[in-house]
């Protein structure tokens, strides 16, 4: 890893402080500016954003959305993939998850997150969220 290079290269040139110092503060300004270009150039504010804050584990382990409706809403086409019904269910059953015994830390990508949610199996090796991975 990086960090790791400049860890060993201050180890074994202790005099190169001032310039690395220098170099991470000219990339975290870097960062910062391509956050704030980000920002100014796309408009976050469509409903889309806000219907796909179901993506973050955060939310979803929440139970902030009480329900799928508005997902199913905005993109009508998941509507002939998935069983409405169920998917209702799956979702509340998430919510009911013991996420910390099943280590689904919320703090996780959504990727990495879903992943290991799609992996869980019941008592007879099924899916537990066959509906929700086809609509996540």
Known sequence: MAQ?????????QPTVLPEVTNLRRNCLKFYIEVINQIKDRFDFSYPVFDTISILDPKVAQAFERKDLNEVLKRFPVLKTV????A????WREHALLDHATLELDPSLTATSYWNMVF?????TKEPLFPN?????
């Open 119 to 123: 992996k869980l199996r019941n008592i």
């Open 132 to 136: 929700l991975k086809k609509l996540i």
């Open 82 to 85: 998935v069983d409405e019904l």
């Open 4 to 12: 790791d290079s400049v860890i060993q290269i201050l180890q074994e």
């Open 87 to 90: 998917l209702h269910k799956e």
